[in-house]
Nanobody, 121 residues
């Protein structure tokens, strides 16, 4: 059974950094495409970043370019999202998801339960 568990969220001041981790079980992260999404209070869920099974990465949101970096650790079977220069508008629940195939676009098949990130002074 495929399962994703996010961790690393918390409260951070503006300008700070957090590193989110998505631990996978039931499959290997280098064989599926993994994405990070977030849902801000009162808003729809949006795509943040994706790493394909081939290793290529894509940023969905212009607002995080230059600040967020997605990476994969095959040995630990995890995908991380390094978030720097955090802003209050980055606040939300962050989810990781996986989909079949090597594209970052299309239907996402499995979701974790999310981890809350709050950026506030």
């Amino acid at each position: 059974q495929l399962q994703l568990v996010e961790s690393g969220g918390g409260l951070v001041q503006p300008g700070g950094s957090l590193r989110l981790s998505c631990a996978a079980s039931g499959f290997t992260v280098d064989s599926y495409t993994i994405g990070w999404f977030r849902q801000a209070p009162g808003k729809e869920r949006e795509g943040i970043s994706c790493i394909s099974s081939s290793g290529g990465s894509t940023n969905f949101a212009d607002s995080v370019k230059g600040r967020f970096t997605i990476s994969r650790d095959n040995a630990k079977n995890t995908v991380s999202l390094q978030m720097n220069s955090l802003k209050p508008e980055d606040t939300g629940v962050y989810y990781c998801s996986t989909r079949y195939g090597s594209s970052c676009y299309g239907t996402w098949n499995y979701w974790g339960k999310g981890t809350l990130v709050t950026v506030s002074s």
